[in-house]
């Protein structure tokens, strides 16, 4: 029942609309959530430089503002009046006349108070200042009332008072509607509000005290906390955040994943359609006796005798051109039409050349077995009828397999060890291009290992690769394995391979891949043959 669902589940992965769907469907969420990612970032990015940039600007007008009231207090305390007379009135009003941000002076002291502004009783200090500093003292908020013209901030030297209107405090920072400025306190645990309304500190949401960034922003806030120089208050500008106003790129990208995400998922119909005719073709190929079995022999380095071949399979199509294996055995695998395809490639070359190896019993012929092949017992069963009729002896047939079809390592070691027990040989094909080490192979049913040909190409090179082939020939040796080295083109790499112990190679040095009818000739003749070259090397 499970392979009977998993079958299906294959199958309804290999139509080409719900490929097409899905892959439209996940590319079009993948680039959609890349695009509000995007956006949002704009966005934040956006909420952020415009914070900054008022932060710095409230900043700069507070100092300047400050800097008055500090700059009025030592007027002040440097003049000689004290106590109230008419003389101290008019010191106190030219003050205020003379700083544009000193709404009200006063002089006070155990008995008396005077002001430039009569019947005025902010400036009594009834309370201890919220900032005490070496030279000046802090009274922060000290009218509630939404009056404009009640002092809201004061500064203390002396006896000297001096105070900045809340009309004053609202031209000098243009606060967004719903934000607010506050002055942190007693080492951070405290706020007051100096415009704006009365905020909770330290604030509810997820936020970092201790970052050294100006600017936080939390799910509902923006809160922008100024550098000062006096350690004791921290100046902090709490926003909330704009509503969600996203950027012209979104539209922009919106129709743009759209298309691309539709684009995707017709390539993929295209592809799926094209893999699906593919399979129609191969299925058809394989009744129209469209499919070659051709042979790459296998020399004895010695003596250039052959002693095997590989069984290559070719796809000529009707008009004579060549699809290429790369393209076709991957699909077959993936559509289960392989095993069907290993069927053939065994029963046309035992058909072929049945009667040489009967003839030649030190000749073998090796098949390259898929993935799923390895992985079930089925393929012993096969050999063991086609060896049974055609009489050739198990161990002229080997089976070569890649490190990257080893799938499951147990249950592949028990079917390779099966074909051993029957007598055949087992090859790892490519080897070094998989994943294989010394400790892997030395639990697994091998006979021989295949050097690729990208190894035996960098010999005598200065390629990084150039340390493989003598790598792996050491690791054969110390497993009493056989070494066959696959490409070899030129005789310097045959006399190197000789020097190293290597025994065995195929390449176009000797032949290229040949028909059933040019193996035979070459093995009974013991001739090197040079045939027309076939379009795709194995």
């Known amino acids: 029942m499970m392979a009977a669902a998993r079958q299906t589940l294959h199958r309804w992965f290999y139509r080409p609309w719900p490929l097409a769907m899905m892959a439209a469907a996940l590319s079009l969420t993948l680039l959609l959530t890349v695009s509000l990612g995007v956006a949002l970032r704009q966005v934040q990015q956006r909420e952020s430089e415009q914070m900054n940039a008022q932060g710095e600007r409230f900043l700069e007008r507070l100092e300047q503002l400050f800097g008055q009231l500090r700059e009025s207090l030592d007027d002040l305390e440097a003049q000689p009046l004290r106590g109230c007379s008419a003389q101290m009135i008019a010191a106190l009003q030219e003050v205020s006349f003379n ?31 919220d900032i005490q500093g070496p030279t000046y003292s802090y009274w922060l908020n000290t009218s509630t009332e939404p009056n404009e013209n009640r002092a809201a901030l004061m500064l203390g030297r002396g006896n000297f008072r001096v105070a900045t209107s809340r009309g004053h405090l609202a031209d000098m920072v243009d606060l967004m509607p719903g934000s607010s400025l506050l002055v942190i306190v007693d080492h951070g645990t405290r706020a007051i509000p100096v415009l704006g309304a009365p905020q909770s500190w330290p604030p509810k949401e997820a936020w970092s005290p201790f970052s050294t960034e100006p600017l936080q922003i939390t799910q509902n806030r923006l809160i922008y906390r100024m550098p000062t120089i006096n350690p004791e208050y921290q100046l902090v500008l709490i926003s909330p955040r704009t509503a969600l106003h996203l950027p012209v790129l979104w539209w922009w990208l919106v129709p743009s994943s759209l298309l691309l995400g539709a684009c995707i998922g017709a390539v993929v119909y295209l592809l799926a359609r094209q893999r699906q005719s593919m399979g129609g073709e191969l299925h058809g190929a394989l009744k129209r006796d469209e499919l070659q079995v051709l042979y790459q022999p296998i020399f004895d380095l010695g003596s250039r005798q052959c002693v095997g071949a590989e069984a290559l399979l070719r796809w000529r199509r009707p008009d004579g051109t060549l699809t290429s294996p790369d393209l076709f055995i991957p699909m077959a695998e993936n559509s289960g039409q392989i095993r069907q395809i290993t069927d053939f490639v065994l029963e046309r070359l035992l058909k072929q050349l049945g009667q040489l190896l009967r003839a030649n019993p030190q000749l073998y012929i090796s098949v390259n077995l898929a993935a799923c092949d390895v992985m079930v017992p089925r393929i012993g069963e096969v050999m063991a009828r086609l060896l049974a009729q055609h009489q050739v002896a198990a161990h002229q047939i080997a089976f070569e397999v890649t490190e990257r079809g080893l799938i499951d390592v147990v249950v592949a070691r028990q079917n390779l060890q099966a074909l051993r027990d029957a007598g055949h040989q087992v090859l790892i094909d490519d080897f070094g291009t998989g994943y294989c080490s010394l400790a892997y192979l030395q639990t697994l049913p091998v006979d021989c290992l295949k050097i690729d040909k990208a190894f035996i190409d960098a010999l005598g090179h200065d390629a990084a690769s150039s340390g493989v082939a003598p790598h792996i020939i050491r690791m054969a040796h110390a497993l009493q394995l056989k070494v066959i080295a696959e490409g070899i083109e030129h005789e310097e790499q045959v006399m190197y391979l000789s020097s190293e112990g290597v025994h065995y190679g195929q390449g176009w040095l000797f032949a290229h891949a040949l028909s059933a009818a040019q193996l035979i000739e070459l093995v009974t003749h013991g001739r090197r043959r040079s045939p027309r070259r076939i379009e795709d090397e194995a």
Do not use: G, H, T
């Not at 544009?100 to 200042?129: G, H, M, T, W």
């Open 99 to 129: 700083y544009r941000f000193v709404y009200e002076a006063a002089y006070i002291d155990k008995s008396q108070l005077c002001s430039n502004r009569p019947r005025q009783e902010d400036l009594a200090a009834v309370r201890s200042p």
